[in-house]
């Protein structure tokens, strides 16, 4: 069965927060922050919202129906989304998987380091 306090207290721990803090920044009390990770009271969703974006995870992965962790893309260049999504595609099919990277792997990390390493 999903533990969602320990799901919340992980997080916070892996985040280097206490409490109090994580408090502050959904503008809760330590105790009611402690309440959650007990599973005393149950987030409403204006809070699980604000804990995923802090947490950098989904919502589907905070209260335990995905196991999957997200990465942000928020604040990356139209190109650098469509590079990164070919990375996945490319990287995630088992099927492409052989010994050595293929000439369109290098191709696409040659294209992901060119695109990251320009100046803003």
Do not use: W
Not at 3 to 28: A, N, Y
Not at 105 to 115: A, V, Y
């Amino acid at each position: 069965m999903f533990d969602f306090g320990l799901r919340i207290r992980k997080l916070r721990e892996q985040h280097k927060l206490s409490q109090e803090q994580l408090g502050e920044k959904v503008e809760r009390s330590k105790s009611v922050i402690s309440n959650y990770e007990n599973n005393i009271k149950i987030p409403p969703l204006e809070i699980l919202v604000n804990l995923a974006v802090i947490f950098n995870v989904s919502l589907d992965y905070l209260v335990g129906i995905d196991k999957n962790e997200m990465i942000s893309i928020e604040g990356l260049t139209d190109n650098q989304k469509k590079i990164l999504q070919t990375v996945v595609f490319e990287f995630k099919d088992k099927g492409r998987y052989r010994e050595g990277l293929t000439e369109r792997q290098q191709e696409i990390l040659n294209g992901l380091i060119k695109e990251f390493s320009k100046k803003k």
